[in-house]
């Protein structure tokens, strides 16, 4: 077992890249044997493992299965650390992503991962799922209280789709409230400007780069 807080911090990092469940839940539970601020040990630890692992993803090391197995490795730390966050880091509100496959697409593996690392880096997200119309992201969005509307799709018959979104918000005088930012394989940097998105991600980390910066978050 590691000896001291930076040990036992980069052990939870190397258990998320390592996809090792039993290891994350493990040194969780050694961390809050030893009071370490659960906060701390959840940044320095599994999230600073997810950023390595969304960077092992983005050079082409690993890819989704790999990726998926880190998060199940995350989430198993995550399960211990969280109920013993301090009372001003759980209440704090926190940027608010609201997440979907646009209508008439069910391809959701790029949104998940999106979900996972969103989570990991500390935002609330509200993850609508697939196929999901365009009144029920602007609805949700103005429900929960957003900061962001993340639209995906992996089909080029859908993205007009990701246009009657932001359709919407404008025509019901929302547009200012909420950014809009989206990804997928047919979207390119043209086709948000061209339907006045606030930006375009073309992979997970790049997607918590966009939101981190829309949120003022150091990247």
């Known amino acids: 077992m590691p000896e001291n807080e930076s040990e036992l911090f980069q052990a939870l990092s190397d258990a998320v890249v390592g996809m090792d469940e039993d290891r994350a839940r493990e040194l969780s539970i050694a961390a809050v044997d030893r009071n370490i601020d ?7 630890g599994l999230v600073d493992g997810m950023g390595r692992a969304g960077e092992l993803f983005e050079s082409e090391e690993y890819f989704i299965p790999e990726l998926l197995l880190c998060s199940d490795a995350m989430y198993a730390g995550l399960d211990i650390l969280r109920p013993h966050l301090r009372i001003e880091d759980a209440s704090q509100r926190r940027f608010k992503v609201v997440i979907g496959v646009v209508e008439g697409d069910t391809h959701d593996i790029g949104k998940n991962l999106v979900r996972i690392m969103l989570e990991a880096s500390g935002f609330d997200v509200i993850d609508l799922g697939r196929d999901i119309p365009a009144q029920r992201f602007v609805d949700t969005a103005v429900s929960e209280n957003a900061d962001v509307i993340a639209l995906s799709t992996l089909m080029t018959t859908t993205m007009d789709a990701m246009a009657e979104v932001v359709e919407k918000l404008q025509t019901s005088n929302l547009r200012e409230r909420f950014k809009v930012i989206l ?11 061209r339907i006045h998105a606030d930006g375009y991600a073309n992979s997970a980390p790049n997607a918590v780069k966009l939101v981190k910066q829309l949120a003022g978050v150091p990247a």
């Open 183 to 193: 990804g997928g394989g047919p979207i390119s940097p043209a086709f948000a400007k």
């Open 38 to 44: 659960a906060y701390t040990a959840i940044e320095r």
